[in-house]
C-alpha cells in the first residue's frame, strides 16, 4: 500500500533493486544494459534475465519496478529501443519511463497495456506540453524537470490530468533536462543518446603539489585542495574562469535534499518523490532509502520526520545540500 508519498527509488544493479526494496521503497526504477537509459555505465544495469528476476522479486514483495527507456535513439537506429520496450513488457515490467516521441508512439502502438510514463528527459514543463503527451501517448505519469518552485508546483500539478513526480534527493542536472550535450564534445559521449555523461576512461585526477587537478579528456574541470570536497569532474559542475575569476558557471556540485519540504509537496498535489543514483552503490541506497521512508511514515502518522533525516547530509554530492529551485532564493 502506497503511503505518505510514493516513494520511487534507484536500483543500477540487482544487489540494489533488493537494497532497495528491503530499505522501504514503494518502487524502484532502472534500466537495461546499452545505450537505452541515461545510466549507461560498466558494471552498472540489467539484462532480460536480471530485470525479470528483480521484477518477480519486487512483486513478491508487492512492489512496483519502472524502466527506464529514456534516452533518444539516432536518425534510422531505433531497433534497440524498441527491442528495450518489448523486454520490459515481457518481464511483467510496471511501467517505462520514455522520453523520445517515437519510442512513445512504439509503446504505445505495440505495448498498450504497458503503462507509461514521461521521463524528465523529455523536459515537458507546462500543461499544453504534458497535455500533449498524456492526449497522444496516453502517459499516467510524468517526472517533472527541476526548474519549479513551490508556489509553481501547487499551480501546475492540478492541471496536468496525469500523476507528477519529483526529485527529492541526489544529483542535480543542468534546468534544462534532457538537453545535455557538453559530455558529447569532450568526451564523444553525450547522456542524452548514450547515456553517458563524462565516461570513467575519460577522467583523470592528477596531483599538482597539495591540490588535485581533475580533468575530463584534455580539460581541466576543477582543482581541489587538500581538505575541499571532491566531486566527479561532469562539465556542467566544473569550476572555469569567467572574466578573470574562478566561479561555477553552469552549476555548483551540491546536491539536493527536500526531506525539510515534504508536507508542502504533498500538499502540492505531488504523486512521487524520486530519488537519484542508479550509479551508487548498496550502502547508499540503502541509508537514502531507510532514511525516507523512516520520515514519509512518521509524516503519515503525524509526527515530526526531522529525527530521521540526520543520515542524509553526509551523502550530499560536493558535502553540501540544496532545495535549488524549490526554493528559488536567487529571485
Known amino acids: 500500500m502506497i503511503r505518505y508519498l510514493e516513494l520511487v527509488c534507484p536500483a543500477g544493479t540487482p544487489a540494489a533493486l533488493r537494497t532497495a526494496i528491503e530499505a522501504g521503497a514503494d518502487t524502484v526504477y532502472c534500466g537495461l544494459r546499452d545505450a537505452t537509459n541515461a545510466r549507461n555505465y560498466p558494471g552498472l544495469n540489467f539484462d532480460a534475465a536480471e530485470l525479470a528476476a528483480g521484477i518477480r522479486f519486487a512483486h513478491d ?12 535513439p539516432p536518425a534510422g537506429g531505433s531497433a534497440l529501443w524498441h527491442q528495450a520496450v518489448d523486454t520490459a513488457a515481457d518481464c511483467g515490467a510496471d511501467a517505462v519511463i520514455l522520453a523520445d516521441l517515437g519510442v512513445l508512439d512504439y509503446a504505445a502502438t505495440r505495448h498498450p497495456g504497458l503503462r507509461r510514463h514521461l521521463s524528465v528527459q523529455a523536459a515537458a514543463a507546462n500543461p499544453a506540453a504534458i497535455g500533449f503527451y498524456r ?17 509553481e508546483l501547487a499551480q501546475l500539478v492540478p492541471q496536468l490530468g496525469v500523476e507528477s513526480e519529483v ?28 547515456g553517458v555523461c563524462a565516461p570513467a576512461e575519460c577522467v583523470r585526477y592528477d596531483p599538482e603539489g597539495p591540490d588535485l587537478l581533475a580533468r575530463l579528456g584534455t580539460a581541466l574541470l576543477n582543482r581541489f585542495g587538500p581538505d575541499a570536497p571532491r566531486s566527479y569532474p561532469t562539465p556542467c559542475k566544473a569550476r572555469l574562469l569567467t572574466r578573470g575569476a574562478e566561479a561555477y558557471p553552469f552549476e555548483e556540485p551540491v546536491g539536493l535534499n527536500a526531506a525539510a519540504i515534504l508536507p508542502e509537496l504533498k500538499a502540492a498535489g505531488v504523486t512521487a518523490l524520486k530519488i537519484e543514483g542508479r550509479q551508487r552503490g548498496r550502502a547508499y541506497v540503502g541509508t537514502v532509502v531507510a532514511a525516507f521512508r523512516a520520515m514519509l511514515d512518521a509524516l503519515d502518522r503525524g509526527e515530526d520526520p526531522d529525527a530521521h533525516a540526520g543520515a542524509l547530509a553526509a551523502l550530499a554530492e560536493g558535502g553540501q545540500e540544496t532545495l535549488s529551485a524549490y526554493r528559488k532564493g536567487w529571485r
Do not use: K, W
Not at 496516453?138 to 527541476?146: A, E, N, Q, T
Open 135 to 151: 492526449d497522444r501517448f496516453g502517459i499516467r505519469r510524468v517526472v517533472l524537470p527541476r526548474i519549479f518552485a513551490l508556489a
Open 167 to 194: 526529485f527529492a534527493f541526489g544529483s542535480l542536472g543542468t534546468m534544462v533536462e534532457g538537453r545535455c550535450y557538453l559530455s558529447s564534445f569532450m568526451a564523444g559521449r553525450s547522456p542524452s543518446m548514450d
Open 61 to 72: 514483495h508487492r512492489r512496483q519496478v519502472l524502466v527506464a527507456i529514456n534516452t533518444f
